[in-house]
């Protein structure tokens, strides 16, 4: 499921007609176009409410996940047998002019929140973290219907990692 929030042009000129259409074992790739731009936060939640699977992944378009991501994800999620596990991924950095891995780069450093609600890194944070990225992240369909996803009044990019992050360890 991929969100177009009013690209100019539309994304889905972008995506080959393999993916639109799927194939054996393959679904297709389902596009929802905002015709107007309503910001990462509103496009996120329209994805997620959209969404129909038993987990729901958040990729933002500067995520390039390694091999076989999908299935450490899901066996994180399981890990602790509740529908309230929240996934983030390893962390690492980008070359942006080849999408290659720069090592060693920002892995193994996790997001942790200030008293003046501003967010930091911290290194070698464990198993377990104080607060997610937003970019990136996998949690479950239940899970997000009960909290309701992410707050629709959110504009700008940057809150929903402390909001998520808040519900998680609160509810």
Known sequence: LVVDDG???????MFSEDLLTGGPGKPPVRIIRHEKTLGL?????TGGDAAVGDIITFLDCHI???RGWED???KQMMRAGDHRTVVVPVITSLD???WKEIRPGAEGKTCYILWNSDFT???NPGRDAPLMSGGLLALSR???IETEGYD????????ENIDQSLRAWLC
């Open 152 to 159: 629709e009044h959110m504009v700008a990019w940057g809150g």
């Open 72 to 74: 450490a994800m899901i």
């Open 142 to 144: 239940r899970w997000w």
């Open 7 to 13: 690209s100019k042009p539309p994304l889905m000129t």
């Open 121 to 123: 890194w911290l290194a």
């Open 96 to 98: 942006p002019n080849t």
């Open 41 to 45: 936060i509103s496009a996120k939640k």
């Open 64 to 66: 390039s996940p390694r």
